[in-house]
């Protein structure tokens, strides 16, 4: 029996015959241009830019390879966008697309954002339905569903052709492993590469005629996802996921913002005491121990996913951006050493009750500190101010603040033109 298409369907006539409020319009361009400032960040290093020029090389002037390259960009740092239900990050890929599909025709800025948030709320929803199971990673699995949507509307298709992609990408939908994280391997940030061009073909195909059998995305569920935990129901039509979209202060993985936030809010006590530190304590739910173990880390993604490493990190230096992961820093002997001294625990009352945040607590030689941090800036429920973001975004892009205020004040009906350094 299909469970899950018939509110899928449901949700894409809606999404395709409904225009976005203001409000959400509005969200949907502070997603879209925290994204460009990510994107612009991870092109200052040169695993990047060699990866923009194999693409190119391998496949000149093509939409997909430059789909491919911005969603591994945008990744890159993790300081990127996410959505806490879906457990990922549902626009990335799909901006990816409408940015290298924008490169070949004028779309208006209002067209861009009607498929970049269709894309989002299929992709979110999906997300949030079909859980990944166990050593899978997020980001090959199903954004690749939001970007055929996207691509779809983007290219004129309707809500019938946008179900045929997700069917047809359903049926090939990549097992993408976490190890490479463990061992600390960049491949995963290719992952989100391979959801772009997946979503790119399986729209093309569906608005070419390709078909693939209803009860696709179950058959997914049920094999390729047998031993996933199971997932709520598709979210109704009507209800906007991106409002619940996090956007992030650090570059880490959402998990570790909040023994960070917490270490950041202690350092303002004990900073001149960082050498008389006996003991650093950090307690967390449980999802963050799972993927945010990795000890002594020896690679910038092993350290974005290190709950110990971001509690160090901002103790000995009062920050997590992108430059936290050079190789100074990895190996920086206050850091290691601090790094070495963090002992994580599970907070079992915020395991059972489905929250997140932690709970640090420092030992000196003289005196215990503690800090508990439940919501970090950028979560839903304390958003950045607009300040904040173009501070976020001009520090990341190195671009003057007043480009990001145009692009989120730009009118709809003008030309899609995304930011770049020039």
């Known amino acids: 029996m299909v469970?899950?298409?018939?509110?899928?369907?449901?949700?894409?006539?809606?999404?395709?015959?409904?225009?976005?409020?203001?409000?959400?319009?509005?969200?949907?361009?502070?997603?879209?241009?925290?994204?460009?400032?990510?994107?612009?960040?991870a092109r200052r290093h040169p695993e990047v830019t060699a990866l923009e020029q194999?693409?190119?090389a391998a496949d000149p002037g093509s939409a997909s390879s430059a789909a491919a390259f911005f969603a591994a960009a945008a990744c890159w740092d993790e300081a990127c966008e996410g959505l806490a239900r879906a457990h990922g990050r549902p626009g990335l890929a799909v901006l990816g697309a409408c940015r290298a599909l924008a490169r070949h025709k004028p779309y208006s800025l209002d067209e861009v954002l009607a498929a970049y948030l269709t894309g989002y709320e299929i992709g979110g929803r999906m997300g949030e339905s079909l859980r990944i199971g166990p050593g899978m990673h997020v980001d090959g699995a199903w954004p690749c569903f939001g970007v055929a949507t996207a691509v779809v509307r983007l290219l004129g298709g309707n809500a019938a052709q946008a179900l045929a992609a997700i069917r047809i990408a359903a049926c090939q939908m990549p097992y993408s492993l976490y190890l490479p994280v463990a061992a600390g391997a960049n491949a995963r940030n290719t992952y989100l590469s391979h959801s772009a061009q997946l979503g790119m073909l399986a729209a093309s195909a569906a608005l070419g005629g390709i078909a693939a059998p209803a009860g696709a995305v179950e058959e997914l569920r049920s094999r390729a996802l047998a031993g996933a935990p199971p997932g709520p129901p598709v979210?109704?039509?009507?209800?906007?996921?991106?409002?619940?979209?996090?956007l992030k202060p650090y570059a880490a993985v959402r998990h570790v913002h909040y023994g960070a936030a917490a270490a950041q809010a202690l350092r303002a006590d004990i900073g001149s005491r960082l050498k008389e530190i006996r003991r650093i304590?950090?307690?967390?739910?449980?999802?963050?121990?799972?993927?945010?173990?990795?000890?002594?880390?020896?690679?910038?993604?092993?350290?974005?996913?290190?709950?110990?490493?971001?509690?160090?990190?901002?103790?000995?230096?009062?920050e997590l951006v992108p430059d936290s992961y050079a190789s100074q820093f990895l190996g920086n002997p206050e850091i290691k050493r601090l790094e070495e001294k963090t002992e994580l625990e599970e907070s079992t009352s915020l395991t059972r009750a489905g929250k997140r945040g932690a709970t640090l607590v420092i030992e000196l030689d003289a005196g215990k500190f503690e800090y508990t941090v439940d919501r970090v800036t950028g979560d839903p429920a304390l958003p950045m101010t607009r300040t904040e973001l173009l501070a976020k975004f001009a520090r990341y892009a190195g671009l003057a603040p007043e480009k990001g205020k145009a692009f989120l004040e730009a009118p709809g009906g003008g030309r899609f033109a995304p930011l770049s350094p020039a």
Do not use: H
């Open 281 to 318: 304590k950090l307690s967390t739910y449980a999802e963050a121990l799972a993927y945010c173990g990795n000890r002594a880390p020896k690679s910038a993604i092993q350290a974005q996913f290190s709950l110990s490493y971001g509690v160090a990190c901002m103790l000995a230096t009062g």
């Open 3 to 41: 469970t899950i298409e018939a509110p899928l369907a449901a949700a894409l006539e809606w999404l395709f015959g409904t225009r976005a409020p203001a409000a959400v319009e509005t969200k949907a361009r502070e997603v879209m241009l925290d994204t460009f400032g990510c994107v612009l960040a």
């Open 54 to 56: 194999a693409l190119e």
């Open 235 to 246: 979210a109704p039509p009507g209800e906007w996921l991106i409002a619940d979209t996090y």
